[in-house]
């Protein structure tokens, strides 16, 4: 279980004062996929730093597991937009995968058996041996997720992970993920900017205001859980859903101009 419970965060530097989150409280259940969309500039990456323990809030606070967050938790991974910054270009693939592992103090059997289970899980057994910038941006966005899924966090957060990668790149690592998900039973918290994509991909929808940030709604996606890219798109349901987020979004924006 996962709660964030009053959170607030002012940065205060140099003279500028940003309430970046207002006042912000949801949870996700263990093994729940949720989505977190908003406005740009709304704090989101700001509400996973917090949950990651990266930064500490300005008031409120974040449970994970039982444990009030005051540094990275336990069994926790997170998986960023910009993965030619979070790959180490002078290691190999396997060796970017496996360095979570060694840092953990896991065995080099165990470590090996985690870092072909995670390849072979994002179908990048064929390049384990590459170096990242030989890869394209959408394989070095899996060996990304390869990493965080060695790991074997029980909670995965994931800040826009696909925003930098092609449309048909991007189609094929959301069904990627869903599918890992399904596979690991891992609590995600997924944050996009791309309304179907939260609808396409979560079992709820939370959709947060303009800064300082509440939470506007906390949607259910009462799709089924077996999704494809034609047929749930396609679905009626679906584009009420996102027809939902949409009209959530724009209100925001609008409150902020
Ligand atoms: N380190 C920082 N110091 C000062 N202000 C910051 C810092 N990081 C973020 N902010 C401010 O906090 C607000 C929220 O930023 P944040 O990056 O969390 O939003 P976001 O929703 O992730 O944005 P986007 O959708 O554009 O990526 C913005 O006004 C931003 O300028």
Redesign the pocket.
Known sequence: MLTVNGLS?T???KG?H?E??GDVSFSVADGEFVCVV????????????CIAGL?PPTSGEIVVEGKVVDGPPDGLAVVF?EYGRSLFPWLRVRDNVDLPLRAAGTGKAKRRELVTGALDAVGLSDAHAAYPWQLSGGMQQRVAIARAIAYQPRVLLM??PFAAVDAQTRADLEDLLRSVWQRLGVTLLF?T?DIDESVYLGQRVVM?SS?P?TVAEDLAIDLPAERDQLGTRADPRFTELRGQVYAQIQKAKQERT
């Open positions: 965060k940065y205060d530097a500028r940003v970046a989150i908003g406005p740009s500039g709304c704090g989101k990456t700001t509400l996973l730093r930064l937009q800040d826009e944050v900017h947060l800064s940030t």
